[in-house]
Each structure stands twice: as C-alpha cells, then as structure tokens.
C-alpha cells in the first residue's frame, strides 16, 4: 500500500483511535517522515553535488549544512532528549563541515527517520504535557509545543534548501 492510500486508511478510520497522544504522534511520524523523504528529494535534485555546499548573496548557510543542521536538531531534541539514543549533537560542525558527500548526508536522513519511528510511538498523553527536557533557559515549552515546533523549524529550513538549490542551479 502507497504511502497516500494508507495516510488515506488512516483518516477514515480516526474514529478507532481513543488515545490523542497516539493520534497526535502518529501524525507527526507521518508528516516528519514525509518532510524527511521531500529533504533527500532536494538534495538528490542538485545537478552537481558541490553546490550543495555553496551559498549565494547574503545566504550564510549552505544546503548541506542546513540538512546536517536539521538531523542534528531532530536527533538532539528528539532523540536524545525524548528517547534517549545517546545522541551528542555538534550544532558548530552542522554550519561548519563542507563536502560531506550526498549518499551520507541521505544515511543521516534515513537513520532520523528510524529513530522518528522509535520514539514518537513511544511517547504518552503524560508524556506530551511534560516540560522538554532540552528546553532552553528562558523559552520553556512542552513536549507536545516542543514537537510542533521543530516542526516548523523545519519546514522553514526545507524552503531555504529549495529556493537555494535554484538560484544556484538556475
């Protein structure tokens, strides 16, 4: 079954879902799952892999850096924060590494994906209401606001990603 038609299965058959935090987060996997497959859709566009490390004008953030940036915030906050991987994020190599070639850049992608399968099930309706435990001093939010949020995040970087990509391959 394609992932549409079973997203399709899905919505029709709400009604045998009483728990929100299973709802909720299954969700969440669903469309984190699918930003990360249209993340390596972006970068497999790139005609020439080295322009994933450039920049152009005032951007100060290559394409590569922004998808070692967003596993890294994933793994980060999820993964270790929620889940426990053991992950230890470097957010200084995330802006500073270059040349990172693109079939390890896709195998970050893929292995966020399997800890996003991991985790986000694992989280309860208590879970969701419970202060993150990376939340920054002084912007302090929930688990299930911390969830939203990265979600965002995100997003706003996958639009960066492709609006370079085609101003540098024009």
Not at 139 to 163: A, K, P
Request: include cysteine.
């Amino acid at each position: 079954m394609c992932k549409v038609s079973s997203y399709k299965f899905y919505l029709r058959n709400l009604n045998h879902i009483s728990n929100f935090a299973v709802m909720f987060t299954n969700d969440l996997l669903i469309v984190y799952e699918k930003n990360l497959l249209q993340l390596k859709q972006e970068i497999n566009l790139f005609n020439d892999e080295k322009n994933m490390w450039l920049t152009a004008g005032n951007i100060s953030n290559s394409s590569g850096n922004l998808c070692l940036h967003l596993t890294g915030n994933l793994n980060h906050f999820i993964g270790a924060g929620l889940g426990n991987t053991g992950y230890v994020r470097n957010r200084d190599a995330e802006f500073a590494s270059k040349d990172i070639p693109r079939n390890e850049i896709i195998n970050q992608m893929d292995a966020t994906i399997k800890m996003l399968k991991t985790v986000l099930p694992a989280l309860s309706e208590d879970d969701l209401k419970k202060d993150s435990p990376k939340s920054t001093p002084g912007r302090e939010m929930t688990v299930g606001y911390l969830l939203l949020h990265l979600l965002s995040h995100f997003n706003y970087h996958l639009g960066q990603i492709n609006y370079l990509r085609r101003v540098l391959e024009v």
